[in-house]
């Protein structure tokens, strides 16, 4: 079981910047999926998720507007659009597999974890 970020860097504060997580169809077409992100010294948090069809999905108040989750079940990707970034999106972001078709705001809820590929926001 694989999953695979990519799409990390140094961005300028307000760009943008688009995050890929690949996966297995075995692992994810039934599933939801999320993306979390750590920064350095705290808990991993939820950024957004999205059902296993891509029909609805939530954020993080904290990036709502900024980010868009999406994924194409063909080539089994998610991916994480993000724009308007700012200093404090700094981090490791992971993909991650739910347990269930919709996925929920704690690791708690999901079974299958990413490397993570850092994207590092400068001033």
């Known amino acids: 079981v694989q999953l695979q970020a990519s799409g990390g860097g140094t961005v300028q504060a307000g760009g943008s910047r688009r995050l890929s997580c690949a996966t297995s169809r075995r692992t994810s077409s039934n599933n939801g999926m999320a993306w979390f992100r750590q920064k350095a010294g705290k808990e991993r948090e939820f950024v957004a998720r999205?059902?296993?069809?891509?029909?609805?999905?939530y954020y993080a108040d904290s990036v709502k507007g900024r980010f868009t989750i999406s994924r194409d079940r063909a080539k089994n990707i998610v991916y994480l659009q993000m724009n308007s970034l700012k200093p404090d999106d700094t981090a490791v972001y992971l993909c991650?597999?739910?347990?269930?078709?919709?996925?929920?705001?704690?690791?708690?809820?999901?079974?299958?974890w990413g490397q993570g590929t850092l994207v590092t926001v400068s001033s």
């Open positions: 999205i059902n296993w069809n891509g029909s609805t999905s």
């Open positions: 991650a597999t739910a347990l269930s078709t919709s996925g929920g705001s704690s690791p708690r809820d999901y079974i299958y």
